[in-house]
């Protein structure tokens, strides 16, 4: 369950989707090629690791590149590698900055969040107050919590979604089959319903104290949702007015 944190991060290619020429034929190319590719490099890297040092050994370090190297002699080179992962964190966190501040801005055009979160600079026409906003949460939370506890709650949080992304898949290719779909999950409901079960698997995997920790975070979102959110809503305000 903490693996997948590895995995965390292809999503927020959809994201982009209104930012994107063809959307309907880029994305799936993106992510799906994005996945495929970093999962190769992944089985790649771990067979070349564990041919160069015992599997055993690694569970002494958390930087198994460096350590492998330092292990056969390459000191050089396990330093170069160690400030490369740490120059490389730039972009990981350029792309969940990227993906977390678009997701608050779709959030508050659609009448959920307040309208701060929706504004976009003039001449760039991006949410620049929501990304400085999501980069201090972000860097507090970083600060104040052990890297572990952020990660397990991450995962948690992108389980659920995963979750609810597969079942609305089901439900929405049952109550609108004529609806007209550019991109269409193969092999529905085969694909969702193992989706929904090994993120399950995964979240019950995970820390009791974690699963306590995203309880209190739905809490906060549903009272946000409740009291702002569900009043201020694009869809319930239209539902009303065809009422």
Known sequence: AIVFFAYIGFDAVSTAAEEVRNPQKDLP????????????LYIVVSAVLTGLVSYLLFKQTNAPVAFALEEIGITWGSELVAIGAICGITSVLLVLLFGQSRIFFAMARDGLLPQFFSTVHPRFHTPVKVTLLVGIVTAAIASLLPLEAVAELVNIGTLAAFIIVAAAVIVLRRTQPGLERPFRVPFVPVIPALCILSCGYLILALPTVTHARFVIWLFIGLVIYFFYGRHHSALSRKTENEG
């Open 29 to 40: 190319i993106g992510i799906i090629g994005s996945l495929t590719v970093s999962t190769l």
